[in-house]
C-alpha cells in the first residue's frame, strides 16, 4: 500500500489576491516565454528597418530633390515631424507590450479574484495515492490522478490543472514542509516530464 493510502496529505488553505496575481503572472510569463524572444528580435529588426526607411523619405538624396520646386516654410517643418509619426508610434506600442504587461496581468487578475466568491473561500485539500479531493463550504470535488491535465509548480505555489483552463492553486506555506516534500515525491512521477512544469517564477 502507498505511503499516501496510509497517511493522506491534508491541507487547509485560503487562496488571497497576491497570490492569486503571483500565479497568473508566473504562468502567463512562463507561456509567452516560448514566443515572445523571437517575436522581440523580429520587432526590433522592423523598427530599425521602419526608422531607416523614415530617414530616407524624410530626407530624400539631393540627386531626387527637384531644385525648381519651391519648398513651402510650413511643410518643410511640419513634414519631418508627420514622417516619424508611425516609428514614434510603434515604438510606444512595443515598450507599452513590454512594460505594460505586468500591469495589466496585476489589473485583470485583481478584478477576476475580486469578482470570484469561491475561490476566496477557505478550502481542504486531501491527497491520496489515488485521487486529490478539494471541499469548501459550499463545493466538493474529487478527480482521480489519472485524470489531472498536469501539475505546474511556482516559486510560491502549487497549481494542479483540472483541465487546460481550471486549475487549483495551493500556495506552499499551507503545506508544512515535510508535507510538501511527501506530496512532490509521490505525484509528481505519477506524470510524465513534460505534464510537471517547474516556474521560476
Not at 6 to 23: G, M, R
Not at 66 to 77: E, F, K, L, Q, R
Not at 117 to 132: D, G, H, R, S
Request: proline content about 5%.
Amino acid at each position: 500500500m502507498n505511503e499516501l493510502d496510509c497517511n493522506p496529505i491534508i491541507v487547509k488553505t485560503k487562496l488571497e489576491q497576491e497570490d492569486f496575481i503571483s500565479v497568473r503572472y508566473a504562468l502567463t510569463k512562463f507561456k509567452s516565454s516560448r514566443f515572445i524572444k523571437p517575436l522581440a528580435i523580429y520587432l526590433i529588426l522592423f523598427v530599425v528597418i521602419l526608422f531607416i526607411l523614415t530617414l530616407y523619405t524624410s530626407n530624400p538624396p539631393s540627386s531626387v530633390q527637384d531644385s525648381s520646386t519651391p519648398i513651402h516654410s510650413s511643410s518643410a517643418s511640419l513634414h519631418p515631424f508627420l514622417s516619424y509619426l508611425p516609428t514614434i508610434f510603434f515604438i510606444c506600442f512595443i515598450a507599452f507590450i513590454v512594460f505594460g504587461r505586468k500591469w495589466l496581468i496585476k489589473f485583470s487578475s485583481k478584478k477576476h479574484y475580486d469578482s470570484n466568491k469561491l475561490i476566496q473561500k477557505e478550502m481542504t485539500y486531501t491527497f491520496t495515492n489515488e485521487t486529490v479531493e478539494c471541499v469548501s463550504e459550499s463545493t466538493s470535488a474529487k478527480i482521480r490522478w489519472n485524470e489531472v491535465f498536469k501539475i505546474a509548480e511556482t516559486k510560491k505555489s502549487i497549481v494542479i490543472y483540472i483541465s487546460n483552463l481550471t486549475v487549483w492553486i495551493i500556495p506552499k506555506r499551507s503545506f508544512t514542509e515535510l508535507d510538501l516534500d511527501r506530496f512532490k515525491e509521490s505525484v509528481y512521477p505519477k506524470f510524465p516530464k513534460k505534464k510537471v512544469e517547474f516556474i521560476k517564477k
